[in-house]
């Protein structure tokens, strides 16, 4: 078991239930899963692109990524439908609890000038999308194979009622918020 998920079955989800009043433990917020995905848009003129960034997505999340294919046509981006726009994986479980583990511990604080991620991010659910800027930041990641610095999206899906359960969920799995 990781130490993350570890540390949620022994700790966690008593200071959750004590701080949220909720008695069922079924009922308390969880992390269900993972979301990482990466926008291409070169992807339509240059299909290597899409080898060089699975190889470093797959590093990054220990599973293969699945490409996103454009569901409609837009002829101001020569984009048609079915052509490749983005990559992404869906962690869950083991992976998904090593990977928040290693980005709440290393990958954030290793960020340059970095003070937390915005409390901003959450929507009316409680799950929260961060938006880093560069892939550089992950240990995994070769800095050698890197053709361009790409960003990528990461969201944290819960099984939260609202913003402030999300929140403090979050907050007590590690997550460095930015202080107010």
Known sequence: ??????????????????????????????????????????????????????????????????????????????????????????????????????????SLPKMRDFRGVPISSFDKQGNYTLGLKEQLIFPEVDYKTIDKVRGLALTITTSAKNKEQGKKLLELLGMPFRKE
Do not use: H
């Open 1 to 106: 078991m990781s130490r993350l998920k570890d540390n949620y079955m022994k700790n966690i989800r008593a200071k959750l239930s004590e701080e949220l009043g909720i008695k069922n433990p079924l009922a308390l917020p969880r992390v269900e899963k993972v979301t990482i995905s990466i926008g291409l848009g070169e992807a339509k003129e240059d299909k290597g692109v899409l080898d060089k960034v699975a190889l470093y997505l797959s590093a990054l999340s220990g599973q293969k990524p699945v490409v996103t294919l454009a569901k409609k046509s837009i002829a101001g981006f020569k984009l048609g439908v079915g052509d490749p726009v983005g990559m992404m994986v869906t962690l869950r479980g083991t992976k998904m609890y090593n990977f928040l583990d290693k980005l709440f511990n290393i």
